[in-house]
């Protein structure tokens, strides 16, 4: 029997504003000394109250209008209630039913469209610490502003899910909102996993949702493992079980951490210490305006105005420093007369340290490599057919398919030539020579 | 001349003309509270020590010119009121040891006012409560006498005031909580509109009805403390931006031509002296150039209903973070009345009951807020009795678990449309326990409620009775 998966995500994103979500507490815990970012509201302090980081919300507005959701005038937050440790509230203060952005989408590189379902502002939890016996919390973490982006189960394999995240990283780094540092936990994903047998409408009646992912790599093998997982089971006629299971690295499995057969009521209200926002449509077309150029668009401007390829762009558009770099370095290579495409290739190709070299300073560089290459045509063509003739045995192999050999014949062209000459080129030029 | 008996404008005088000092006027109040707080049981904390320490500091100010609203004046503070370094109970042994690192804005305002802080007033456990029968600290007595009810939540403060214990209190009110004890005690009581002074750092029982404020001997200590507690607050989003007033400055404008509204259903089921002595109010109103209308008003009992249902769910999740992890001790410490409460609450708020309770709630909450909206078309203000009953017998809430919202069912209205309103004294009953009468106004109408309850007050004599505690 044929199954398709149907994986679903929810990435929360915490934000790098300087101050906690509801109180004045810097949002800045890594690696701080425990509790010591700490004030009545961040702890739950009988009477203490929260008030919303403005620019919080206006971040997590920008990562909607980036996912091309649309925007409310009306939105409100609401109560979580659950108990746990490390929530010192006995709730978390989050959004239900009327979240800042809705229906949104991710279009893949292979053109597929990801729907997101929401996008919506809450609170981060401390964080609990085992140490033997004990069981310790630090509340740092306690408040600090976090982006849930939730998409509509629209995957169907674990590449393209990758690709989502690569983007969506991509994009709250664009929007300089987030370091999103997996390692960090900045970024934190929940795919949720089913397969649905081939032909079968609608949802599959289970939902298995995997936690303690810290890396892009460990989604997709997480993923892959939980299809074949499941798989098994379903071929042996067996639903697998409604739960919640945790990426375990040194095996290499998913292992079952939480039933969720029953769904965990969280009684949720709209919380009463904060008044419901509502938006002016003005306020939200300054907010578009402020939209810096997305990875997508560049990458597409990239290859228009500089006439690279596909490859080359996405590669520069990676991270914005970079892309800014490239840009910069362009602008000066006007005056010596390097265009885009060589520097596209130079960055590429050679990978020079952007954050040490200044873009005048690769100028420099090109143009050095370009003045090395600079040699008569002909006194080339003597150099290679001297070269050619020392080393029969090496031509020979080349011509029966050993290809590897092309570089030890590069480096008796370099090493008889008088000048430096350039590895990439002496290789296109013995190429057609020996074709 | 018993100082500890001084309205705050008359210490404030006294103080100015230096007939007296802020230790003195702490000290008569103090010598007060050992006196007679054995069988009141106003108090849950007396901070003697510090409290002549501010005072000291007080008369110091006062002897360089400060002017500062408050200064050297003693008030209480009902305990579910943060105050640095002074612990802070909310009448819970699950908050028993708990020293708050903070001042709730209330206290801080105050304090910046120059008050002396006398101590921390006993209530009803979380406030939950109509009697102070529910705090584990013991009972609070009613001074007209011991053997009835202060009333509550805040009946420690109604209790301070109208022994003497204080010259003011500070109570909060979610649905009664400051007028209606301050109706059984015979004193003044202002429940501002919600979101008028800041909740921040008070212990949270209702959070969309919670609202602070004075209680009084006279309509004018009210609104000198009103002034200094009005504001938005920035660590409270709740507080409104509308500008405050000064509250003192306009209590003897001309108030004829200003129209009552009384309502019908409002005197269903209210002792018959009660309805009495609000009925002999129209004549002193009249005299004052007011006229009386009646007004149809939805019928209270609806508001007791969406009252009952928002509060418990509200409730249920501010007690959450009770949980003895990081101060307090641990759920078990939990009274009778809070563990009911929290269990409504959570059913109110479970999925598949939401939308037949909470949110029917808030719908009808609703339509409560335009029918006043509608009336205060027709009229300037409203008054009714506070309560139904004067000060009810020691045991009166014993296994009655809907205690509070029946003795509180004609503040209930007012208090979840978010309106202001105050208590006077508006007689006596045969068995000489005081009855109050309400004047509730329109959103942020502070001025307006306090100038006819002023004007009303000096037409009366029940503010100058004074009490013989008899014990």
Known sequence: ?435 | MNLNQLTITEAKKGLKKKKFSSVDLTNACLEQIKKYDKHINAYISVTEEKSLKQAEKADQKLAQGDNSPLLGIPLSIKDNFSTRGVRTTASSKVLDEYIPPYNATVVSRLLDAGMVMLGKTNMDAWAHGSSTETSDFGTTKNPWNINHLPGGSSGGAAASVASYETIAAIGSETAGSIRQPASWCGVVGLKPTYGRVSRYGVIAMASSLDSPGPITRTVEDSALILEVLAGKDENDATTSEKTTATYSKNLNKDISGITIGISDDYFQGVDEEVKQAIMDTYKPFEKLGAKIKKIKLFDPKYAIAVYTILQRSEVSSNLARYDGIRYGHDRSFFGDEAKRRIMLGTYTLSSGYYDAYYKKAQQVRTLIIKDFEKSFGEVDIIIAPTSPTTALPVGASKDQSMFGELADMLVEPSSIAGLPGINVPAGFSKNRLPIGMQIIGPQFSEELILNIAHKYEQETPWHTTKLDINL
């Open chain 1, 1 to 435: 029997m044929n199954f398709t998966p149907v994986i679903g995500l929810e990435v929360h994103v915490e934000l790098k504003t300087n101050s906690k979500m509801f109180c004045r507490c810097t949002a800045d815990y890594f690696g701080k000394e425990p509790n010591s970012h700490t004030c009545p509201v961040c702890l739950g302090l009988p009477g203490a109250l929260p008030v919303p980081n403005k620019l919080a919300i206006e971040w997590c507005i920008m990562i909607g209008i980036a996912l091309d959701c649309k925007i409310p005038l009306f939105s409100k937050f609401d109560r979580k209630n659950y108990f746990y440790p490390d929530l010192p509230k006995g709730y978390q203060i989050s959004q239900y039913d009327q979240p800042f952005c809705v229906d949104g989408s991710i279009t893949l590189s292979n053109g597929k469209k990801i729907g997101i379902t929401r996008v919506h502002m809450e609170e981060d939890t401390g964080k609990l610490m085992h140490s033997g016996d004990d069981s310790l919390i630090d509340f740092n973490r306690s408040g600090v502003p976090l982006v849930e982006i939730v998409t509509e189960p629209d995957f169907d394999n674990a590449k393209d899910v990758k690709e989502y995240l690569q983007k969506l990283q991509q994009i709250v780094r664009y929007l300089d909102v987030s370091n999103a540092d997996m390692e960090k936990g900045n970024m934190r994903l929940e795919p949720n996993i089913s397969l649905k047998k081939d032909g079968e409408m609608g949802l599959p009646n289970y939902k298995v949702e995997v936690k303690n992912i810290n890396s892009f790599r460990f989604v997709e093998k997480a993923i892959d493992f939980e299809i074949t997982r499941q798989k098994e089971l379903l071929e042996e006629r067996e639903t697998p079980k409604q739960e919640t299971r945790g990426w375990h690295e040194a095996k290499q499995k998913t292992v079952s951490q939480r039933s969720k057969e029953e769904a965990q009521d969280y009684r949720y209200f709209p919380e009463p210490d904060i008044p419901p926002l509502r938006f002016e449509e003005s306020y939200i077309s300054t907010l578009r305006s402020k939209m810096p150029e997305l990875p997508d668009e560049k990458m597409n401007r990239f290859q228009k105005e500089f006439n690279l390829s596909l490859y080359d762009s996405e590669l520069l558009i990676r991270d914005k420093e970079s892309a800014d770099y490239f840009e910069k370095t362009v602008e000066d290579g006007k005056k010596f007369d390097i265009n885009p495409k060589q520097i596209a290739n130079f960055i590429i190709n050679k990978k020079p340290n952007l954050s040490e070299v200044l873009p005048a300073e690769l100028i420099q560089q090109i143009t050095a490599s370009r003045q090395t290459s600079h040699i008569d045509e002909s006194e080339l063509d003597e150099i290679i057919k001297s070269v050619f003739e020392n080393n029969q045995k090496a031509v020979e192999d080349f011509k029966n398919g050993k290809e590897s050999v092309i570089m030890f014949l590069v480096g008796q062209v370099m090493r008889t030539s008088p000048v430096k000459l350039d590895a990439q080129m002496v290789k296109e030029k013995l190429k057609n020579a020996l074709l």
